[in-house]
């Protein structure tokens, strides 16, 4: 069964910084692409970054570039969103999900976490 659990959300003031995590569990994640996805109130989801199975290219989004790095250990079977210089917009849900790497560019993955909230505020 394909379950993937973020963690490492939080409270962090702005200009901080939060490491989330997504663990992925019945299946070797180093075969998948992941992708990180947010969610604020009242917006739509977005996707912020996403790292392929294959050569570990990242894509990240305009608004998080500079600042978010997407990392993976195949190892731990975990894939990582490190997230610098936090501004109150990066607020929302963050959420993993996996799946072929066209389908996680395409915003469409076919396994999500339950997501972890970040939030910025001082």
């Known amino acids: 069964q394909v379950q993937l659990v973020e963690s490492g959300g939080g409270l962090v003031q702005p200009g901080g910084s939060l490491r989330l995590s997504c663990a992925a569990s019945?299946?070797?994640?180093?075969?998948?692409?992941i992708g990180w996805f947010r969610q604020a109130p009242g917006k739509e989801r977005e996707g912020v970054s996403v790292?392929?199975?294959?050569?570990?290219?990242?894509y990240y989004a305009d608004s998080v570039k500079g600042r978010f790095t997407i990392s993976r250990d195949n190892i731990k079977n975990t894939v990582y969103l490190q997230m610098n210089s936090l501004k109150p917009e990066d607020t929302a849900v963050y959420y993993c999900?996996?799946?072929?790497?066209?389908?996680?560019?395409?915003?469409?993955?076919?396994?999500w976490g339950q997501g972890t909230q970040v939030t910025v505020s001082s």
């Open positions: 790292i392929s199975s294959s050569d570990g290219s990242t």
């Open positions: 999900a996996t799946d072929v790497l066209n389908k996680v560019i395409a915003g469409n993955p076919g396994y």
């Open positions: 019945g299946f070797t994640l180093e075969y998948y692409a």
